[in-house]
């Protein structure tokens, strides 16, 4: 069983750029919710998919955006980057749209300069 | 809102001692709670989860005890090992109607154990 796994391991960007961040869901999980964690925080909930629609968000702005594929891998969009947005990307897949064990990778680091 | 603290930031312990770890949860309609545990550059591992209609539940080396009416989790390890020094996070998920689970952490517990 092929577990969560997310590209790339480390980025670095430059104020105002855009960022794709990816997300490969453990085999047999239709569902992908993404995380941000700031050093020493716990992970804060941005969004969920399922099915390839936006399942839930977060109190994040839309300039977080994201997308689910028909193979349930996911996407993670960040426009007009800011400095605040430096931190750990977490994305996490679960078996089902209901709440349920959710099974992370190993995170993105996202340094913004 | 929803929020999720932890009473200790950090705790040392001997290798071999048992290790608890606590939680204080405020919003006392969440229905799920999970523990994970977070070593260095790695994303949360999956420890142990608990239901709401539950009180106690047991894993390998791993208790998780649920107190509704004070709203209190804790995580009992026991015969703790070096290698379950990391960083340890409690969650809770309100779905509150909607379809999806959102869990909202707390800030975590670094746990360190000395041989």
């Known amino acids: 069983e092929t577990g969560v796994t997310q590209s790339p391991t480390h980025l670095i960007k430059t104020r105002g750029q855009q960022v794709t961040l990816r997300c490969s869901s453990q085999s047999g999980h239709n569902t992908v919710s993404w995380y941000q964690q700031a050093l020493g925080q716990g992970p804060q909930f941005i969004f969920q998919y399922y099915r390839e629609e936006e399942n839930g968000r977060g109190n994040f702005p839309p300039r977080f955006s994201g997308l689910q594929f028909p193979n349930y891998s996911s996407e993670l969009n960040v426009n007009a980057l800011e400095l605040d947005d430096s931190a750990l990307y977490l994305c996490?897949?679960?078996?089902?749209?209901?709440?349920?064990?959710?099974?992370f990778g190993p995170g993105t680091r996202l340094t913004v300069t | 809102g929803e929020s999720v603290g932890l009473h200790l930031p950090t705790l040392s312990v001997q290798e071999g001692d048992n290790s608890i770890i606590n939680c204080a949860y405020s919003n006392s309609a969440s229905d799920y709670f999970i523990w994970y545990k977070q070593e260095s550059g790695k994303g949360p591992q999956f420890i142990i989860d608990?239901?709401?209609?539950?009180d106690k539940r047991q894993g390998q080396r791993v208790t998780v005890l649920l107190n509704k009416t004070v709203k209190h989790l804790s995580l009992q390890i026991a015969a703790t090992q070096p290698g379950d020094s990391a960083v340890y996070f409690c969650?809770?998920?309100?779905?509150?109607?909607?379809?999806?689970?959102?869990?909202?952490f707390g800030q975590g517990t670094i746990l360190t154990v000395h041989p």
């Open positions: 969650a809770e998920n309100y779905a509150g109607g909607t379809s999806y689970g959102k869990l909202t």
């Open positions: 996490a897949s679960s078996a089902q749209g209901l709440q349920g064990e959710q099974y």
């Open positions: 608990i239901r709401s209609n539950m």
